[in-house]
Structures are given as C-alpha cells and as structure tokens.
C-alpha cells in the first residue's frame, strides 16, 4: 500500500510542477518592440532573368556531385528544370 502512495505522490508532484511551469509560460506575454518585423534582404539573382544562362563551372561541379554521389541510385532520364 505504501508503494501505491508513494507512487501516487510522485505523479502528483509531476503533474503539479507541469502546470507550475505551464501556468508561468503562459502568464508571460510575448513582445516584438519593433513595428515592422525585420525582413530579408533582396538580393539581385541573376538566374531569374531569362537572357542569362547558368554558369558552365556551376554546372560542371553540379554534375561532378551527382556522378559521384547520385548517380548509383538516380537517373538522368526525367530531369528537371525549375
């Protein structure tokens, strides 16, 4: 019997502490000080401009990578372009 109340006690003092802990977590509001959040900065990338090509070297190591790693378990029959 006196496993059972310890055993008891013990989950108590658990589910106490949860909320202890859950009632402080919750009773501190989050604050941003800034208006506007901050955002990423814009950078000029030039693959999206359709008069430019990929750089050859880019794409020579990109294909290095992928015969040397990918191509043992991946094709190059449906390959895409984004």
């Known amino acids: 019997m006196a496993f059972t109340a310890?055993?008891?006690a013990r989950?108590?003092?658990?589910?106490?502490?949860?909320?202890?802990a859950?009632?402080?977590?919750r009773s501190v509001p989050a604050?941003?000080?800034?208006?506007d959040p901050p955002h990423?900065?814009?950078?000029?990338?030039?693959?999206?401009?359709?008069?430019?090509?990929?750089?050859i070297p880019s794409v020579r190591?990109?294909?290095e990578v992928y015969r040397q790693v990918c191509a043992t378990c991946h094709s190059?029959?449906?390959?895409?372009?984004y």
Do not use: N
């Open 6 to 8: 310890r055993r008891v």
């Open 31 to 35: 604050q941003c000080d800034d208006k």
């Open 61 to 63: 190591r990109g294909y």
């Open 22 to 25: 859950a009632f402080v977590a």
């Open 40 to 55: 990423p900065p814009r950078y000029p990338f030039w693959i999206k401009s359709i008069f430019h090509a990929h750089e």
């Open 11 to 20: 989950s108590l003092g658990g589910v106490a502490a949860l909320g202890s």
């Open 76 to 81: 190059m029959k449906q390959p895409s372009t």
